[in-house]
């Protein structure tokens, strides 16, 4: 036997199972429970002391606060 040979009858071997599979109704996917979905806490820039000042009050990912006006018209932010 050549290894394309052995490479042929692993390929039909899934096959045949994931038939199998497929004909029972159940798959690995639905077959598995999935785990409860965390959600993370909204920040609200009203708690931030930052936003009270009349700042932006924008969060970036690393938690850094924007320093620009509450409401500037730049596209940008400015963190510090």
């Known amino acids: 036997m050549n290894k394309m040979d052995d490479l042929r009858r692993m390929r039909e071997a899934a096959h045949d199972e994931a038939m199998a599979r497929k004909s029972k109704g159940t798959t ?5 429970p999935k785990p409860p979905v965390r959600r993370r ?3 609200t820039p009203s708690a931030d ?9 924008h969060r970036s990912m690393n938690g850094r ?3 620009r ?3 500037h018209a730049a596209k940008s932010h400015r963190y510090s």
């Open 65 to 67: 606060t924007c320093t």
């Open 49 to 57: 002391p930052a936003a009270t000042e009349g700042t932006c009050g």
């Open 69 to 71: 006006e509450q409401g």
């Open 28 to 32: 690995p996917a639905a077959a598995a």
């Open 41 to 43: 806490a909204a920040v």
